[in-house]
């Protein structure tokens, strides 16, 4: 992996306080600074000399703690400061001597991780610019280095996983696990990636409580507090919603959003991950429990709207819309948008997770999204990508004929009963695991299937949505400024 590579290469295994030179500007397109992050760095992206020093000289010149300075080349860090940290260029040719950093370059950051893992198992000279793309083609995008890096990923990523209580790394392992899955569905190899999900269950139960608690400067944490973040960091902004959209699809849709500057973080849905629940608590600002009906979605529009009239949006500075042709007008301030398109495949599919990547690919391709956030940003906006709940791979148990289930959630994956007497044995029969009440309606009781099960059809293979897998907890939160964006 590219960030692990950087950390490597970089003098942070001998020092506490380092200063990136982000010579390349790899920051923006390739999250190399996760390396650090995964080791104990506190990353600290540097802006001017008196805004670090009131909030991170003390830091620096503290023994304690991890730090690493990510600046640019054209940034002016004065000598005090410099002299407390050790320097390292982070820049291609300085990662990749052997080879042609424009070739590099031009091939974009995607091309970074397989570079890496490629380039350590060669002393072969590549700078001219046809025998770089020679290696490219033959070392890099070779089946064998494709496979070496997605076990050499998955593995790192199980030794971070285990016993992790950090919400902020299962942000990062999330993603990561949807890099590994998504080029194992693209280049045909076979990767098993379920143990993260069993790891992350376990962290579910004992954890998820705990969330309402932490605050963050970079992410809502919960996707209930969503629009209090927005509304915090924006003045005037619209949030896109992209009903079930998980980091996996992110992750392809996000190639066509090459030239627009944004920041990538996570948030975790609501349990269960389904539309009516955690898309209602996304757009209201609650709880589940706090929901007039969180069984439905036929209060969402009104429960978005008195949320923005509580944060002190006017009615006519509000406005909830469907589809890529969504406009709003110059008094809009506070503006939601739903696209229904992931969710549609998800249940439509007939294909898995290699069906997902074809069609989400198709998507990306078409550039609908990217053109209205680009739309959105030269009028103004500052533009938040996100979703209600992400999706997953699952093989049916059977379906449930019991009766006594008092709530529809139209999930497949959790049951939300009432007075129920044959819960505990309706919980062995399917191996059940019984869910807190964790911001939830407390008159219920709900029962969830394991990680990978459903109550669909005995052996059938489907995506669906619901459960408490990463893939359908942790969303992907993207940030999009109009100012960084509009010149």
Not at 133 to 149: D, G, M, P, T
Not at 286 to 315: T, V
Not at 368 to 377: A, H, P, Q, S, Y
Request: hydrophobic share 35%; glycine share 6%; with cysteine.
């Amino acid at each position: 992996m590219f960030a692990d590579y950087v950390y490597e290469k970089s003098a942070a295994k001998y020092a506490d306080k380092i200063l990136l030179i982000d010579a390349d500007h790899l920051t923006e397109d390739t999250r190399f600074t996760d390396g650090f992050k995964a080791r104990g760095f506190e990353i600290v992206m540097y802006h001017d000399d008196l805004s670090f020093r009131i909030e991170y000289e003390a830091k620096i010149k503290s023994k304690e703690g991890r730090i690493a300075v990510v600046v640019t080349p054209e940034q002016y860090v004065p000598y005090d400061l410099r002299r407390r940290l050790t320097a390292y260029k982070v820049s291609l040719a300085d990662l990749f001597p052997r080879l042609n950093t424009a070739v590099l370059r031009e091939r974009g950051p995607e091309t970074y991780d397989l570079v890496s893992s490629a380039y350590e198992r060669t002393y072969d000279q590549y700078r001219s610019t046809a025998a770089t793309e020679q290696f490219l083609r033959v070392e890099a995008y070779s089946k064998e280095n494709i496979k070496h890096n997605l076990v050499s990923s998955y593995q790192e990523l199980l030794r971070r996983s285990e016993s992790c209580t950090d919400y902020k790394e299962w942000f990062a392992i999330a993603e990561e696990k949807a890099r590994i899955d998504c080029m194992a569905v693209q280049y045909d190899l076979a990767m098993d990636t379920t143990e993260i999900n069993r790891r992350f269950r376990d962290y579910i139960l004992s954890q998820y409580g705990k969330l309402s608690t932490s605050m963050d400067r970079e992410s809502p944490v919960l996707v209930s507090k969503a629009m209090e973040f927005m509304h915090e960091h924006s003045k005037k902004f619209i949030i896109v919603v992209m009903d079930g959209m998980a980091e996996f699809d992110w992750s392809i849709l996000s190639k066509s959003f090459h030239g627009v500057h944004y920041q990538q973080t996570a948030a975790f849905a609501m349990i269960p991950t389904v539309t009516s629940v955690s898309r209602q608590c996304l757009l209201s600002n609650k709880y589940p429990r706090e929901l007039e009906n969180p069984w439905s979605q036929s209060k969402e529009k009104q429960e978005f709207i008195a949320c923005a009239k509580n944060m002190g949006f006017a009615d006519n500075q509000i406005s909830y819309q469907r589809g890529y042709d969504a406009d709003f007008g110059s008094l809009i301030r506070c503006g939601a948008v739903i696209i229904n398109d992931i969710d549609d495949m998800v249940h439509g599919q007939k294909q898995g997770r290699i069906g997902m990547f074809n069609d989400v690919g198709v998507m990306a391709r078409q550039k609908k999204l990217v053109e209205m956030t680009r739309r959105f940003l030269s009028a103004g906006f500052d533009v938040y990508i996100t979703a209600d709940h992400g999706n997953t791979t699952r093989r049916g148990m059977g379906k449930l004929m019991s009766s006594g289930v008092e709530t529809e959630t139209k999930s497949r994956c959790m049951l939300v009963l009432k007075g129920f007497a044959d819960k505990d044995s309706t919980r062995e029969k399917y191996g059940l695991l019984e869910f807190p009440k964790t911001y939830l309606p407390k008159e219920y009781d709900y029962l969830i299937c394991d990680v990978g099960d459903s109550f669909d059809a005995k052996g059938e293979d489907v995506m669906s949505h619901g459960g408490i897998s990463i893939d359908e907890c942790v969303v992907p939160f993207i940030k999009i400024k109009a100012v960084e964006n509009n010149g």
